[in-house]
Nanobody, 128 residues
């Protein structure tokens, strides 16, 4: 069992930055691939970024490449999402997700259904 708690959301102007954090419980954090997803009102939850167990492999949605950076600190059981050059269309509830993974890479990382642990979400609002 893993419990995930997101923080760092808020209101920011377009062009600004925010850093989201996701703290995970448990002693086996290094066994889990981690992902960030988001859901805007009236839309389906969508993939944003993911990182492998070791942190060696990262994956991004095309819409955030070059603006967002995912990272993890395995000593602190925490994954981060640094969001720069924010746009109004980035407004959404951002969710952290986890899945125990045998490998350190894979195409499953993009899929909402692959993850089996989710946080409660944190609101990000970007004003124009």
């Amino acid at each position: 069992q893993v419990q995930l708690v997101e923080s760092g959301g808020g209101l920011v102007q377009a062009g600004g930055s925010l850093r989201l954090s996701c703290a995970a419980s448990g002693r086996t954090f290094t066994m889990y691939a981690m992902g960030w997803f988001r859901q805007a009102p009236g839309k389906e939850r969508e993939f944003v970024a993911a990182i492998s167990r070791s942190g060696s492999n990262t994956y991004y949605a095309d819409s955030v490449k070059g603006r967002f950076t995912i990272s993890r600190d395995n000593a602190k059981n925490t994954v981060y999402l640094q969001m720069n050059s924010l746009k109004p269309e980035d407004t959404a509830v951002y969710y952290c997700a986890a899945r125990r993974s045998i490998t350190d890479s894979g195409s499953n990382y993009y899929s909402t259904g692959w993850y089996n642990y989710w946080g409660q979400g944190t609101q990000v609002t970007v004003s124009s």
